[in-house]
């Protein structure tokens, strides 16, 4: 069983940034690849971005391509999001979720592929 912790979300103006960190205690998290998805009021969960895991690859949804970046830190067990250039449409809950196929393919950008989630944090972005 692998528990993650989302954390970092906020009120944050247009413009700024912020950086969600999702954590875990298992120490088979650096065999996971790791994604995060977003999900605002009265629409589908979207995918944000995801790493592999040796973090050699990344991949990232197109609305926030350029903006966002996917760390992770596999000695600390911790995933980070990294968000500037904040629109106000980037407010929403964001998940970080783990899969235990650890590379990158097709199905990294489709939620039912990731085996675990964190609890969810809220972004909102003020125009």
């Known amino acids: 069983q692998v528990q993650l912790v989302d954390s970092g979300g906020g009120l944050v103006q247009a413009g700024g940034s912020l950086r969600l960190s999702c954590a875990t205690s298992?120490?088979?998290?650096?065999?996971?690849?790791m994604g995060w998805f977003r999900q605002a009021p009265g629409k589908a969960q979207e995918f944000v971005a995801a790493i592999s895991w040796s973090g050699g690859s990344t991949v990232y949804g197109a609305s926030v391509k350029d903006r966002f970046t996917i760390p992770r830190d596999n000695a600390k067990n911790t995933v980070y999001l990294q968000m500037n250039g904040l629109k106000f449409e980037d407010t929403a809950t964001y998940y970080c979720?783990?899969?235990?196929?650890?590379?990158?393919?097709?199905?990294?950008?489709?939620?039912?592929?990731?085996?675990?989630w964190g609890q969810g944090t809220q972004v909102t972005v003020s125009s």
């Open positions: 979720a783990a899969r235990a196929k650890g590379t990158i393919d097709a199905g990294t950008f489709h939620r039912y592929e990731y085996d675990y």
């Open positions: 298992a120490r088979t998290f650096s065999n996971y690849a």
